[in-house]
T-cell receptor
């Protein structure tokens, strides 16, 4: 089973709302990732969690707040977003952290629209 | 650091014709190379990867790619495409940094 599950699939939120995106994997992977993908663009790395600790933050604005409650779950808390934050947010996981040949498995993504 | 260049942003091809999607990389260290496919409104799915060993790598859905170190290339090929291959294809590299994606190539298969 090579599945990363993301909820919700679609989210519309106002600029003053607080919402969260959720991600789950049961492959025993110890690295989890958040990527942001704008239309017709490649995915851009936002955060990396290694062994449940934040290891990489690609200078993401503080209105995005990641959380890793346990080795299977990854959340992205959203607050005071801007319309330009509208995008597909992809969660991913890999067996071990760090640059390597490990395959990164992606979820189907959460489509976020900020109005 | 590593970088990836996908030379074609769009590739139209007729059904049952062969296709090659080009990818070149730049790196000062040894690299691992990947091809991912993204079907409309979906996440990314791994097609194939090169870690070491044989330079010809076979993947899912009849795709294959060849690693060429001297030309720093990792081109993706399929001898006969189907309508269902219409998608966005991303080449990606990992070396001493997390996975870096190319800008993608839109493969459109024409009936």
């Amino acid at each position: 089973d090579t599945e990363v599950t993301q909820t919700p699939k679609h989210l519309v939120m106002g600029m003053t709302n607080k919402k969260s995106l959720k991600c789950e994997q049961h492959m025993g992977h110890r690295a989890m990732y958040w990527y942001k993908q704008k239309a017709k663009k490649p995915p851009e790395l936002m955060f990396v969690y290694s062994y449940e600790k934040l290891s990489i933050n690609e200078s993401v604005p503080s209105r995005f707040s990641p959380e890793c409650p346990n080795s299977s779950l990854l959340n992205l808390h959203l607050h005071a977003l801007q319309p330009e934050d509208s995008a597909l947010y992809l969660c991913a996981s890999s067996q071990v952290p760090g640059p390597s040949g490990n395959t990164i498995y992606f979820g189907e993504g959460s489509w976020l629209t900020v109005v | 650091a590593q970088s990836v260049t996908q030379l074609d942003s769009q590739v139209p091809v007729f059904e049952e014709a062969p296709v090659e999607l080009r990818c070149n990389y730049s790196s000062s260290v040894s690299v691992y190379l990947f091809w991912y496919v993204q079907y409309p409104n979906q996440g990314l799915q791994l097609l194939l990867k090169y870690l070491s060993g044989s330079t010809l790598v076979k993947g899912i859905n009849g795709f294959e790619a060849e690693f060429n170190k001297s030309q720093t290339s990792f081109h993706l090929r399929k001898p006969s495409v189907h309508i269902s291959d219409t998608a966005e294809y991303f080449c990606a590299v990992s070396g001493n940094t997390p996975l870096v994606f190319g800008k993608g190539t839109r493969l459109s298969v024409i009936a």
